[in-house]
Antibody, heavy 123, light 106 residues
Framework: QLQLQESGPGLVKPSETLSLTCTVS??????????WGWIRQPPGKGLEWIGS???????YYNPSLKSRVTISVDTSKNQFSLKLSSVTAADTAVYYC???????????????WGQGTLVTVSS | EIVMTQSPATLSVSPGERATLSCRAS??????LAWYQQKPGQAPRLLIY???TRATGIPARFSGSGSGTEFTLTISSLQSEDFAVYYC????????FGQGTKVEIK
């Protein structure tokens, strides 16, 4: 079945750029039926959608993060990536990647999710 | 931004009892609502989409209802594995989550 796995540094310094990659296995990232998304969860808090990307490169970004977020896709590696610039302690969170279900071009819910990776912003 | 408000924040229920969780949207989201279950140290798992359609493999004791701005997730008879945090998410206008309801053992 489809699996997603996040990877990247677990510690990032303030003002630097957080970079994570999600590797998709058991299915193609180039499917026309899905976007691919990033969601984060600060410790002990709720979930926040960060952004989503289609295999063609079309993106949606959370307006509250848009100025700092870049999501890209590499179909040859079946991966998509997140970059979040100018990070602060408030960006400390578990970062999840997930398949973003798309039906007739409309993007809906997330399923399945990767296991998540904790990124701590600290000097 | 559509704000999703879940209540209560914590629900204490005995095994075998019924649990009713609420989710309210700041404006109508039609039936464009999903529910997720999250256990400690795990990723969220999709339970319900379209406000009332169970995802693949989800037991029938989980049911969703509602439309517009008011939604309910009901767990008819709580099993030990159901104690977790539950989130609602709207996908009518961008994608936002509620703050979660923790279902704990009474």
């Amino acid at each position: 079945q489809l699996q997603l796995q996040e990877s990247g540094p677990g510690l990032v310094k303030p003002s630097e750029t957080l970079s994570l990659t999600c590797t998709v296995s058991g299915g193609s990232i180039s499917s026309s039926s899905y976007y691919w998304g990033w969601i984060r969860q600060p410790p002990g808090k709720g979930l926040e959608w960060i952004g989503s990307i289609y295999y063609s490169g079309s993106t949606y970004y959370n307006p509250s993060l848009k100025s700092r977020v870049t999501i890209s896709v590499d179909t040859s590696k079946n991966q998509f990536s997140l970059k979040l610039s100018s990070v602060t302690a408030a960006d400390t969170a578990v970062y999840y990647c997930a398949r973003h279900i798309t039906i007739f071009g409309v993007v809906h819910w997330f399923d399945p999710w990767g296991q998540g990776t904790l990124v701590t912003v600290s000097s | 931004e559509i704000v999703m408000t879940q209540s209560p924040a914590t629900l204490s229920v005995s095994p075998g009892e019924r649990a009713t969780l609420s989710c309210r949207a700041s404006q109508s989201v039609s039936s464009n609502l999903a529910w997720y279950q999250q256990k400690p140290g795990q990723a969220p798992r999709l339970l319900i989409y379209g406000a009332s359609t169970r995802a693949t493999g989800i037991p029938a004791r989980f049911s969703g209802s509602g439309s517009g701005t008011e939604f309910t997730l009901t767990i008819s008879s709580l099993q030990s594995e159901d104690f977790a945090v539950y989130y609602c998410q709207q996908y009518n206008n961008w994608w936002t989550f509620g703050q979660g309801t923790k279902v704990e053992i009474k």
